[in-house]
């Protein structure tokens, strides 16, 4: 992990310049995209630690550590932020980026307080072991080049986003106003109760993979249907609740009602959203990781497809919700009719 920052830090600092300005078209992100960067050491050591909890199944410490970590946002936001802003937007922005080092390491302080005091590693655990590499390799690799290919679609988005809507008439203000809407009060809303759908898929998916392997298919049936149904009654309590106070809720925490409307198109089909991530951690507990990426790559490939057909059919802003849709959809659909032939 050490060594593959230090090569995505140093692939950011060369061309950030080049994204911000002829990409993103916007020379505002430059020093954000460089704060980005910054962050990535301490996320990783975050999930490499967590990796290790949920692998002893043992979810105290992750419940624990995101509570004082939101608390310590929070606090760090409500005390600094408000000292910064006389300096400039972007200066804000990229400093807002960096708290993120403060509260990770803060979440990581909790977790090392969680973790047993008897271990000691001596440098014959860190001799090369080429089964547990291969081992090892075999899972991370397809599941690491899903979501990497996630992210990249993740990153082309605003980049193909903002090139046909500029081509097709549309103001930067606008783009980036409605882009800024859509994120940060419609998608951020309407995602606010899946930490509860995070901890299902993360508990769930060394257990499936424990009991999978002792052939107690009783127990990993049991186990599916248990994630499913508690991931789609939050999902459709929760995305009901969203679309039917979705102006109140709005307004109480952003002070505004903009991006209602983008919230009433997207919630029915949040609930398929909600059961998306369980339905992976099942398939990957199931040894069908390469399946999974390869439903997560084509979903991403169709999302982009989307964006630019339906950006040249100038549906501007909502051209970018109607991909989020049928994303959500295909990758959930297919997830599920993959699991449907597997016979257990």
Same mark, same amino acid.
């Given at each position: 992990?050490?060594?593959?920052?230090?090569?995505?830090?140093?692939?950011?600092?060369?061309?950030?310049?080049?994204?911000?300005?002829?990409?993103?078209?916007?020379?505002?992100?430059?020093?954000?995209?460089?704060?980005?960067?910054?962050?990535?050491?301490?996320?990783?050591?975050?999930?490499?630690?967590?990796?290790?909890?949920?692998?002893?199944?043992?979810?105290?410490?992750?419940?624990?550590?995101?509570?004082?970590?939101?608390?310590?946002?929070?606090?760090?936001?409500?005390?600094?932020?408000?000292?910064?802003?006389?300096?400039?937007?972007?200066?804000?922005?990229?400093?807002?980026?960096?708290?993120?080092?403060?509260?990770?390491?803060?979440?990581?302080?909790?977790?090392?307080?969680?973790?047993?005091?008897?271990?000691?590693?001596?440098?014959?655990?860190?001799?090369?072991?080429?089964?547990?590499?291969?081992?090892?390799?075999?899972?991370?690799?397809?599941?690491?080049?899903?979501?990497?290919?996630?992210? =990249?679609?993740?990153? +082309?988005?605003? *980049?193909?986003?903002?090139?046909? %809507?500029?081509? $097709?008439?549309? !103001? #930067?203000?606008?783009?980036?106003?409605?882009?800024?809407?859509?994120?940060?009060?419609?998608?951020?809303?309407?995602?606010?109760?899946?930490?509860?759908?995070?901890?299902?898929?993360?508990?769930?998916?060394?257990?499936?993979?424990?009991?999978?392997?002792?052939?107690?298919?009783?127990?990993?049936?049991?186990?599916?249907?248990?994630?499913?149904?508690?991931?789609?009654?939050?999902?459709?309590?929760?995305?009901?609740?969203?679309?039917?106070?979705?102006?109140?809720?709005?307004?109480?925490?952003?002070?505004?009602?903009?991006?209602?409307?983008?919230?009433?198109?997207?919630?029915?089909?949040?609930?398929?959203?909600?059961?998306?991530?369980?339905?992976?951690?099942?398939?990957?507990?199931?040894?069908?990781?390469?399946?999974?990426?390869?439903?997560?790559?084509?979903? =991403?490939?169709?999302? +982009?497809?989307? *964006?630019?057909?339906?950006?040249? %059919?100038?549906? $501007?802003?909502? !051209? #970018?919700?109607?991909?989020?849709?049928?994303?959500?959809?295909?990758?959930?659909?297919?997830?599920?009719?993959?699991?449907?032939?597997?016979?257990?």
């Amino acid at each position: 992990m050490f060594t593959l920052n230090i090569l995505l830090i140093s692939i950011m600092f060369l061309s950030s310049k080049f994204i911000s300005n002829s990409l993103l078209k916007n020379h505002n992100t430059y020093y954000p995209l460089l704060a980005c960067s910054i962050t990535l050491p301490f996320i990783s050591l975050g999930y490499i630690i967590k990796g290790y909890f949920y692998g002893k199944q043992n979810m105290t410490p992750h419940m624990v550590s995101n509570v004082l970590e939101q608390l310590f946002r929070l606090f760090i936001i409500t005390l600094l932020l408000p000292k910064v802003l006389k300096y400039g937007l972007v200066f804000s922005v990229t400093i807002f980026i960096l708290f993120n080092i403060l509260s990770e390491s803060f979440s990581i302080l909790v977790f090392i307080f969680f973790l047993p005091k008897h271990i000691k590693i001596t440098k014959q655990d860190l001799k090369f072991d080429y089964h547990e590499t291969k081992e090892i390799l075999g899972i991370s690799i397809p599941s690491v080049s899903g979501r990497l290919l996630g992210n =990249i679609g993740f990153f +082309l988005e605003p *980049i193909l986003l903002t090139n046909i %809507l500029l081509y $097709k008439g549309s !103001s #930067l203000n606008y783009i980036t106003n409605e882009y800024g809407i859509y994120n940060a009060y419609a998608i951020s809303t309407l995602l606010f109760p899946s930490f509860f759908i995070t901890a299902i898929s993360n508990a769930l998916l060394p257990e499936i993979s424990k009991e999978y392997s002792k052939n107690n298919y009783s127990m990993v049936k049991k186990r599916i249907k248990e994630s499913l149904l508690i991931s789609a009654l939050i999902g459709l309590l929760c995305t009901t609740f969203v679309f039917i106070f979705r102006h109140p809720i709005l307004k109480l925490l952003y002070n505004t009602t903009s991006g209602s409307n983008y919230i009433a198109l997207l919630s029915p089909f949040f609930v398929l959203f909600y059961l998306e991530s369980p339905l992976n951690s099942i398939l990957v507990g199931l040894n069908k990781v390469k399946t999974c990426m390869l439903i997560s790559t084509t979903g =991403i490939i169709l999302k +982009l497809l989307c *964006i630019i057909i339906f950006g040249l %059919l100038n549906f $501007k802003i909502y !051209s #970018l919700i109607i991909s989020e849709i049928i994303n959500i959809s295909y990758v959930t659909i297919l997830n599920f009719l993959t699991l449907k032939k597997i016979k257990i």
